[in-house]
């Protein structure tokens, strides 16, 4: 393959396009070891200089024509440490020289792997292998001692279609390169192949946003991961122009075409920089022959960047869940952490804020303001974005010095060490904090630049973000424009839903509840015993057994004296206690354990416990009380070791002695009844309580109809 067929491949696809005028933020000179004569260009990093392609023969320039073959292409290097000149460069090594097209080039990070382009066949009748059949594949080799071997060809290389233009990520892991493979979009695209357990897979289209119906070649890509390539179908300044992008998750920033004079009207291509330097060398035919240009920029060049997101520090926070409350006797109270509470199912919380916070929901007493029953914990942290962040006026005023202001960017695992302003008005400026005065009105995209250095590794990061700021013409403008602006109801989400807000801890009643729980009245949880005789105990009034309970988990006593499957069954004995001079008394959930009172749960659970059910008018038992109760007895042997309460109340309706007497002997009934059916009498326990222990206010016919009920209380034998 000649000389212009290669550069057919390499540079030749063009499409003029309408020029747009720049300011000049480079500044370009010729590489002093470009030659007049020759091309030279794709140039690459390599230890203490500049590895590059052309076609200067290594010999005499007597080789040299001008004709249209201008000779095969190779592989030269050149120290750029001293004083530099076209002459001093030469032939990279021997190794890798053949008859045909070598390079460009790309090298492994640490300098001892080469992957480069070159002719697929090399060896044999030079006429023969001279066609347009011999396509460009990438190569392989290996740096032992000074040599370079075990050269051997990339798996993809294929005889029908150039593969050319290698590019190793920094990582070594991704190698890019350009193709005109017919899956493409157009005659060239950027391809990746991806090393993965051992081996290179299949090539990879970049996508649509990359590639277009024209050619896109010359990938690079820095250790900041701003990927560079060269396109004549993207909108351009003429002939092949450099654009700059950057991987976003799976896909890539859209394009962005770096100024002149980098960018001209003829081809530009094979650019190389530093993510941490504003300088690099890029290759043009802008001159009688390619040359590589040497560019530097007096401006941090930081090209891409994405529309600030404000930190949110406001939340809307509800109660959903199956566990209701009466609210005319109690209320939600939430606790933020942060010295602030606010009543209610659904409230709005602004943070003061980052920060770690508690935040509870507490069920609390109106009348007494104690706490009843907490049902929610969150334990949050509130971030920043991670992101550069822009602290300024949103509006300003022509001639007004504005503040901006980047000491909130929060870029967590690096280090600022760099802070660039691009104001939208041509001006620049550096610095953490810069005032900035706009001589027209308008809208400007503010853009503050970052280049970022990692706290563990050497890798340098740029990063940019933009902010709008409209300037006004005067003071009544700025006020006329803000009083007429529509009010805008931000639609908040569920505080958990916020990608800024990490929930390290959640704790919810709701969980507990779809499980086999209950809900317990506890006047104490300690991790010291209690005698059940104290004097702490004395109050509790007569008609309330206390139960004690150890969780050997998490090593406390508990102290109960009653409890229900509703939460607001609850509530008239946690009453009672706190009038009783227990204050701290509250109700917690609590999850039974033991199977026998798990499935004893599930049965009351799916019967109806109300005596109006289980007794008829002449106080005996129905049909339906019946089949429960043969359930219980079935429970009961199937656990020999418990004993059970039969625990039997009324409303208040009518003398208090007589329902009392009513519900002794409806328990006592149901104590025969499992007695007949074979249970000891031993194991029974028959409890009339009457009136005196509601769950129900009593107020209405369904609260006394809840209180005419039965509980079945486990005890060991």
Same mark, same amino acid.
């Given at each position: ?11 030749? /696809? ?57 000779? $095969? ?33 790309? /090298? ?11 002719? &697929? ?10 066609? &347009? ?31 050319? =233009? ?10 890019? +390169? ?27 289209? &970049? ?17 900041? @991961? ?103 006797? &109690? ?46 914990? *969150? ?22 010095? %504005? ?9 967590? @695992? ?5 802070? +660039? ?8 400026? *550096? ?14 995209? %503010? ?42 109801? $931000? ?6 839903? /916020? ?46 057994? %206390? ?17 229900? =499957? ?47 059910? *289980? /007794? ?102």
């Amino acid at each position: 393959m000649n000389f212009k067929l290669l550069l057919i491949i390499l540079i030749s /696809f063009t499409l003029n396009q309408l020029s747009t005028g720049q300011q000049e933020t480079y500044t370009v000179t010729k590489a002093p070891f470009s030659s007049k004569k020759y091309d030279e260009f794709c140039p690459v990093y390599y230890k203490n200089g500049i590895v590059f392609s052309t076609n200067r023969q290594s010999g005499s320039l007597t080789n040299y024509s001008s004709s249209q073959d201008r000779g $095969q292409v190779k592989i030269n290097y050149i120290d750029t440490t001293g004083k530099v000149a076209w002459r001093k460069s030469g032939l990279f090594s021997k190794s890798l020289k053949t008859h045909f097209n070598d390079g460009p080039v790309t /090298f492994s990070s640490r300098g001892d792997t080469i992957y480069y382009s070159r002719n &697929l066949q090399v060896d044999g009748n030079y006429r023969q292998l001279s066609t &347009l059949r011999n396509k460009l594949g990438i190569f392989r080799a290996v740096l032992e001692g000074e040599k370079w071997t075990k050269i051997h060809e990339m798996g993809f290389n294929n005889e029908w279609y150039n593969i050319t =233009m290698p590019c190793l990520s920094p990582d070594g892991k991704r190698l890019y +390169f350009a193709s005109d493979r017919p899956d493409g979009y157009g005659g060239a695209d950027i391809y990746y192949s991806q090393w993965r357990n051992g081996y290179w897979e299949d090539p990879v289209n &970049l996508g649509p946003l990359v590639n277009t119906k024209g050619n896109e070649s010359y990938p690079f890509i820095n250790n900041a @991961g701003e990927f560079f390539f060269s396109s004549d179908g993207h909108e351009g300044l003429g002939g092949k122009d450099i654009f700059v992008t950057k991987q976003q998750g799976t896909g890539w920033y859209p394009p962005v075409r770096l100024d002149a004079p980098v960018n001209s009207e003829f081809d530009d291509f094979g650019i190389i920089t530093h993510a941490n330097k504003n300088e690099g060398y890029f290759s043009s035919n802008r001159g009688k022959t390619i040359d590589i240009f040497r560019f530097n920029s007096d401006l941090l060049q930081v090209w891409l960047s994405e529309p600030q997101k404000e930190n949110q520090y406001c939340f809307t926070i509800s109660d959903t869940g199956s566990i209701q409350i009466d609210t005319l006797r &109690l209320r939600y109270k939430w606790d933020f952490g942060d010295d602030s509470k606010v009543y209610g199912t659904n409230v709005r919380h602004c943070f003061p804020g980052p920060g770690r916070y508690s935040i509870n929901l507490d069920i609390t007493d109106r009348r007494t303001g104690n706490l009843f029953f907490r049902k929610l914990t *969150y334990d949050i942290e509130i971030v920043d974005n991670d992101q550069p962040f822009i602290s300024s006026p949103d509006y300003a005023i022509i001639g007004e010095a %504005v503040e901006f202001d980047g000491l909130k960017s929060y870029c967590p @695992g690096y280090n600022v060490t760099g802070y +660039f302003w691009n104001f939208g008005d041509g001006t620049t400026e *550096y610095g953490e904090r810069v005032n900035h005065t706009f001589g027209e009105s308008g809208e400007y995209n %503010v853009r503050l630049g970052l280049t970022l250095k990692s706290q563990t590794t050497v890798d340098v990061v740029k990063r940019a973000v933009t902010k709008k700021v409209i300037v006004f013409r005067s003071e009544q403008d700025r006020a006329s424009y803000i009083a007429g602006r529509p009010v805008v109801r $931000q639609n908040l989400t569920d505080i958990r839903h /916020f990608e800024n807000v990490k929930v390290n801890g959640l704790y919810s009643a709701e969980t507990d509840f779809s499980r086999e729980a209950v809900f317990q009245v506890v006047l104490l949880s300690s991790r010291a015993k209690t005698n059940l005789y104290s004097t702490f105990f004395r109050n509790v009034p007569a008609k309330y057994t %206390v139960k004690e309970l150890f969780d050997a988990e998490a090593g406390t006593w508990s102290y109960i004296v009653d409890e229900q =499957m509703n939460l607001m069954a609850t509530y008239p004995a946690y009453n009672e206690m706190v009038a009783s001079g227990h204050s701290d008394a509250r109700v917690r959930i609590f999850i039974l354990k033991d199977p026998a009172e798990k499935e004893l749960y599930i049965l009351e659970k799916n019967n109806s416990l109300l005596t109006d059910t *289980y /007794f008829d008018a002449n106080n005996s038992l129905t049909t339906r009380a019946y089949i429960m109760l043969d359930q219980v007895v079935m429970l009961m042997n199937k656990y020999p070791g418990i004993g059970l309460e039969i625990g039997v109340h009324t409303d208040n309706q009518g003398v208090s002695s007589n329902n009392l007497s009513l519900s002794q002997s409806r328990a006592q009934v149901i104590v025969n009844y499992m007695i007949n059916r074979g249970i000891s009498s031993k194991r029974l326990t028959a409890k009339g309580y009457g009136g005196n222990r509601p769950i129900a206010s009593n107020t209405y016919p369904t609260d006394r109809r809840l209180n005419r009920r039965i509980d079945f209380t486990i005890f060991n034998k």
